[in-house]
């Protein structure tokens, strides 16, 4: 499939709000990137397209695509026809005239896809009443549609055959009008684009918030009609009760108006409708209504995902009704109080063929579901290796159950990291060995500063020593400069006394000058000795101050608090 949800990974902060909302299972894949950061990406093969994700999302990661864009560019090349969704009304309640005046002077040809939703009706009514469908699910919602072609395929046989209002639209452009312009459709529904494709019936899908921004860009100002009157010269005929398909139960309100006695449920929005049609599939056949009318959005279509306005429900239902009493007072009928023959539905009778508004589906194989012990180990990553472990069910993942996350992980949907059990698994277990490497850096730290107290020690004997050495070698040379002296003197009387024979003169003065010899040795060495002491009085310094240092930074880290690691 092409895509139709887009998203911006420099927006997404990885909230999993899209996937808390998305009805369907497999349209969201969540990884995380090389910086840590979880990210969810489109599986557009499993999108549905009914754009909840794009609605809920609160930090600008995911958008759509349409064709406004596209078919506004091509509007100059030739005639197209556009089809404006009964929603309009209430989406643009002051500007919808407007907005058609203004593709009509682009040359457009405007058609009201209310009068499809009527033919939509009359055909309904006709297959049932000549029973030739048996129970059925409506699929004028193209989001029902595409879930049940991939994720209930077992359902298409349910899913009703006639047409949605906007391609019935089409058909009688094309079929009956016998018109081969291109086709655009007004909508404020992101996932017409898929049924544009899928039944080939028309070719562009503008939708009301893309057409507002192309307005906005081109600095193109819509007038303001702040009238209350519903009617519009169209171009070919305007709709009667079909306008109010766009609200929640409108096809079952047309049907009624024609059979009141017909079993209809209906059911709307994403929460309550999807899980509602997995119940209807879970069902017998006896227990089904006769039609089941469903649509994706709470509220209709009239506050679609792609309308571009923030209208209430109260603000949207008071235009409804007064579009209401607009259609009733054009509906014409052979009957009092309209319970006669609808003469539109007569005209139809006369001119249509319920044949030429069948559809056929495209069903989708399903994904197998697996078992027990493909889960068991993805079970496993995730930290949970018990029963009520793996009953959980924190909803942060963005699925129902701890087993449907554990689903998306074996379909390569999501990743264990994700879980938010497996993520506190992981962070206990690195705040235990934390733990474990504080106790042991205590320790080694106390043993550090136990042999620094003694290297500490060590050293002031050292010190104590080496000024002691200082002392003595300061003596030492002090007597063997006196000795020194002494001798010298010796040899100088010896030379001068004569009455000292020569010979024993001159072995005398030998010896003493040997003598003399060592002592200036002596000195030399004692020098050096201070010399060296000084260098190493020097050097223990530093030592002194290091091991000071040491110390220091010791004590700071045996005071520190052990460090923890907190879960964001």
Known sequence: MSELIIVKPEKCVGCNACVRECPAPEANMTKQLEDGRFITMVNHDKCIGCGECVKKCNHGARDFIDDTDECIADIIKEKIIIMASPAIKTVLPTKWKGVLDWFKKQGCTIFDVSFGADICTWAHLRTIEQDKIGNIITQQCPAIVKYIEIYQPKLLQNLSPIHSPAACSAIYIKKYLRRNNPIAFITPCIAARNEAKDTELFDYNITIKKLLEYFDRNDITIPIDT???????????????????????????????????????????????????EMYGRMPESKHPKVFDVL????????????????????????????????????????????????????????????????NYKPSMPTPVPGNAQLDPIFKKMGMHTEEDRKYDCHACGYDTCRDMAIAIYRGLNTPDNCIVHAKSVLLARHSALNRQNEQLDEITAECLELSDKLKDNVAKINENMKNIGESTTATSERAAVVKDLLENVVTFCNENSTMDADSVSQLTSILETTIAAFSALDDNVSRTNESSETINQSINDIISLVGEINGVLGKTENAEPVEVKAE
């Open 227 to 277: 009238s209350e009157d519903y009617e519009y010269k169209f171009d070919e005929p305007q709709g009667q009760l079909g306008s109010i398909y766009s609200r929640p139960g409108g096809l079952r309100d047309n049907l009624w108006i024609h059979d009141p006695e017909l079993n209809i449920t209906n059911s709307e929005g994403v929460h309550k409708v999807f899980s509602e049609i």
């Open 296 to 359: 994706s959005c709470e509220f209709g279509c009239n506050i679609g995902p792609a309308s571009g306005t923030k209208h209430t429900v109260f603000d949207v239902m008071s235009t409804m009704r007064a579009i209401e009493n607009d259609a009733k007072g054009r509906r014409k009928s052979t009957g009092i109080m309209g319970r006669g023959d609808d003469r539109l539905f007569k005209r139809f009778d006369d001119e249509l063929r319920v044949a030429d508004f069948l559809r």
